[in-house]
């Protein structure tokens, strides 16, 4: 390519800060830190291309000779078809900020200054979804052996036959599942030993952990346990709860509880349910599995909600 043509395209666009290297029919310009333009260069008659501002043109002239002034050789473009493409370079940090807070003014302006409020309200979301560790409150089944017994009144017997029995095999899966080096007795044998002596509840508890050869006596003593609000058998409303106690074997008094706990559990989460929206089993099983999982945080470590009273 002649070197007027080179020169009368650099003269151009010279107020644009371009700076203009070819190979061949082309050339790589650069007018900006957001933008490269790929021109393509041709001479003769009816070339055509686009100009910067995307507007096409062609027309027709001569190319001046090399020491034509440097009109004649802007004139020469007017013969020159140029062809721009425009590719998109990584924006500096300075212009993302800059765009970033064009752009929260603009929204801030469109929606009457409420995006504090906004990014109030998401921060809040955020919070009540939040996840939190909460330490055992009693760690003392580690690598210990461990009978799990489970009573209720006659009136719980009565309505739930099958409740001691479930959560008692459930909540020593859960303990054998997560208690670290613990050895839980078989819920069956623990079973069996009271119905064979129903007055096991009037036995010190040094005498129980004797019989079953166990380290730790865990008891669940069930005061309350329902599916139902009182004189409302329409509604769904599931409450178990409990006192949860545990015995040391080798503790300073065997026969007396080191400690206790209240644990209670609501199924389903949400009120007003009614027969028609969920069946029983449902109801039963879920309430079930959260009172086995509330009772078994006592014992080790464990992720729960932050603001677990919060509806979701």
């Known amino acids: 390519m002649a070197g007027s043509v080179w020169y009368a395209v650099h003269h151009l666009w010279h107020d644009h800060l371009i ?12 007018v900006g830190p957001a933008s490269r333009i790929f021109i393509d260069v041709c001479g003769g008659h009816g070339c055509r291309g686009w ?57 801030c302006a469109l929606t009457g200054c409420q995006l504090p409020g906004i990014i109030g309200a998401v921060g809040h979301n955020i919070e009540r979804e939040k996840k939190i560790e ?17 009573k209720a009144d ?37 079973l069996n030993f009271q ?8 036995m010190s508890m040094s005498d129980i952990a004797q019989e079953l050869d166990v380290d730790r006596v865990v008891v669940v003593d069930i005061y309350e346990y329902r599916l139902h609000p009182p004189g409302n ?13 545990v015995s040391e074997r080798d ?30 089993t449902l109801v039963q099983n879920g309430l079930m599995a959260t009172f086995v999982r509330n009772v078994a945080w006592v014992f080790y470590d464990h992720i729960e909600d932050k603001y677990p009273d919060i509806r979701k």
């Not at 000779?65 to 425009?86: Q, T």
């Not at 303990?175 to 819920?187: A, F």
């Open 19 to 30: 700076c203009v290297w070819s190979a061949r029919a082309a050339f790589h310009e650069r």
């Open 51 to 107: 100009s910067v501002d995307q507007r096409e043109w062609s027309t027709r002239v001569s190319i001046p000779p090399a020491n034509a002034s440097p009109a004649a050789r802007m004139d020469c473009l007017r013969g020159v078809g140029i062809r721009m493409d425009v590719e998109d370079q990584p924006l500096s940090w300075v212009d993302l900020m800059i765009r970033f807070v064009m752009v929260a003014c603009m929204f």
């Open 134 to 150: 909460v330490l055992a409150k009693y760690p003392g089944l580690d690598n210990k052996r461990v009978a799990v017994m489970v």
């Open 154 to 190: 006659m009136g719980v017997l009565y309505e739930h036959p099958t409740a001691i029995p479930n959560i008692a095999m459930n909540l020593s899966q859960r303990i054998h599942e997560n208690v670290p080096g613990v050895t839980v007795l078989d819920p069956r044998t623990v």
């Open 195 to 202: 119905y064979q002596r129903p007055s096991w509840a009037a």
């Open 233 to 245: 058998r329409w509604m769904w409303e599931g409450v178990a709860g409990a006192h949860v106690g």
């Open 251 to 280: 503790g300073i008094d065997a026969s007396e509880m080191v400690d206790q706990w209240n644990v209670i559990a609501k199924f389903p989460p949400q009120e007003g349910s009614t027969r028609d929206q969920l069946n029983p």
